[in-house]
């Protein structure tokens, strides 16, 4: 059975920073693409960071220089660091796991940026 479990959310300030870390078990996680993506309230699903198998990166032009993503085969786990975080990076943000047809997801979790 695939769990992704992701954890770190919460709430901060403008200007402040969370980590991110998701938890993959059932897959075998280093050869997967993994992919961070958010939902704001009356907004679709968007990319934020992805990082495949050889640790390359990708990230939408809107987290650029603030986000980092990074992964750890030996522990399974993906990590995202927020940095310099503002109102409108406040989401659920979703971690993915995808190798060809195969894509999983898990329950997200709650970001909040407020003053």
């Known amino acids: 059975q695939v769990q992704l479990v992701e954890s770190g959310g919460g709430f901060v300030q403008p200007g402040g920073s969370l980590r991110l870390s998701c938890a993959a078990s059932g897959i075998m996680f280093r050869l997967y693409i993994v992919g961070w993506y958010r939902q704001a309230p009356g907004k679709q699903r968007e990319l934020v960071a992805t990082?495949?198998?050889?640790?390359?990166?990708n990230y939408a032009d809107s987290v650029k220089g603030r986000f980092t993503v990074a992964r750890d085969n030996a522990k399974n786990t993906v990590t995202l660091q927020m940095n310099s975080l503002k109102p409108e990076d406040t989401a659920i943000y979703y971690c993915?796991?995808?190798?060809?047809?195969?894509?999983?997801w898990g329950q997200g979790t709650q970001v909040t940026v407020s003053p």
């Open positions: 993915n796991v995808a190798l060809g047809l195969k894509t999983y």
């Open positions: 990082i495949t198998s050889g640790d390359s990166t």
